[in-house]
């Protein structure tokens, strides 16, 4: 009986031990069926993980995470929090809102780019040019415009309500530069010349549904809608500029697919592209909405940075 007990003993011991080694094994050794994800601190310096998932006041947390952080998603029933595990062995409850399947851009700070001639302050995206890149992200044509150090990205989508466009500036040079959204300018070229006003988000989000937030037809380059076809449909396709604007399209995705039940107030504030300052080797991304018009074929957005206004041109193709 005593043999038999002892045995018993040990081999609960064993079993014991290997919960415990699995509980305290690193990130790195986790299952590939375990999804891993990015902290996004959304403005905020860091994102606390919490020890309950209903993230009840007054908050329980467990520690903070540091933005771009990796951790291992461990439980997800799409509701308001994620289940995650650190590569510290920390565990607890994380806001999905904080959280990106996106890895972090690499910042390009210290490896300038080639650079488009700047005339008046203006700098002209064309396509083959000096500074001037484009290339397929998330199904999307991007136009990237390289100058002074800084870049600046942008897509387009009509969403057949507002027109949307997705902007990162990756700021490559040695002084902080300013943007402010609401000073962005978007000009309808043809059929008819005109404005096509910026969209306050504040007074949008009394008025949005989330549907019309996300339907979209795609925008391109005039200059290279010949190229533009299925083979060019990967995540990141380009031989000279990273893709700053894959993080705000990952933001927008996780809200088309989870977030069908957040008011338009929370939806516009995780997603819009904010005023501020931008430091050296930092960049910002995010949506900028526009007045609509739903015969516009050719327009050009303009995108004041620091001294500098980067000027886009794009097009949509209506047969589509």
């Known amino acids: 009986m005593n043999t038999q007990l002892k045995l018993i003993g040990a081999v609960a011991g064993l079993a014991f031990a290997a919960s415990a080694q699995a509980q305290q094994a690193p990130l790195a050794s986790l299952s590939n069926s375990i999804t891993k994800e990015w902290v996004r601190c959304h403005n905020i310096t860091s994102v606390p993980m919490t020890a309950d998932a209903e993230q009840a006041l007054p908050l329980q947390v467990t520690g903070n995470l540091s933005c771009g952080e990796e951790v291992a998603v461990l439980s997800d029933i799409e509701g308001y929090t994620v289940n995650v595990r650190t590569a510290d062995n920390r565990f607890g409850y994380v806001a999905r809102m904080y959280l990106s399947a996106a890895a972090p851009v690499q910042s390009n700070f210290g490896k300038p780019l080639a650079s488009a001639t700047v005339q008046n302050n203006v700098a002209r995206w064309t396509s083959g ?29 009509d969403t057949g309500w507002k027109l949307r466009a997705n ?77 700053y604007l894959v993080e705000a399209q990952s933001e927008q995705l996780s809200a088309e697919k989870h977030d069908v039940n957040l008011n338009a107030v929370r939806q516009i504030q995780n997603t819009a592209l904010r005023e501020g300052s931008i430091a050296p080797g930092a960049n910002a991304s995010g949506a900028v909405w526009f007045e609509r018009d739903k015969k516009a074929q050719q327009v050009v957005l303009r995108i004041p940075v620091g001294q500098t206004i980067y000027e886009f041109p794009l097009s949509f193709n209506h047969n589509n």
Do not use: C
């Not at 006003?197 to 007074?203: A, F, G």
């Open 129 to 157: 040019a000096a500074g001037s890149d484009q290339f397929m992200s998330d199904d999307s044509l991007v136009e990237s415009l390289t100058a002074n150090g800084v870049t600046v990205q942008v897509t387009l989508h």
């Open 167 to 243: 902007v990162a500036v990756a700021n490559g040079g040695h002084a902080e530069v300013f943007i402010n959204p609401a000073k962005f300018m978007m000009t309808e070229l043809a059929p008819a010349a005109h404005p096509l006003l910026y969209q306050d988000p504040k007074e949008m989000a009394k008025s949005v549904s989330h549907g019309v937030l996300w339907t979209t037809n795609r925008a391109t380059s005039p200059a290279a809608a010949a190229v533009v076809n299925a083979s060019y449909n990967t995540p990141f396709v380009s031989t000279q500029t990273p893709n």
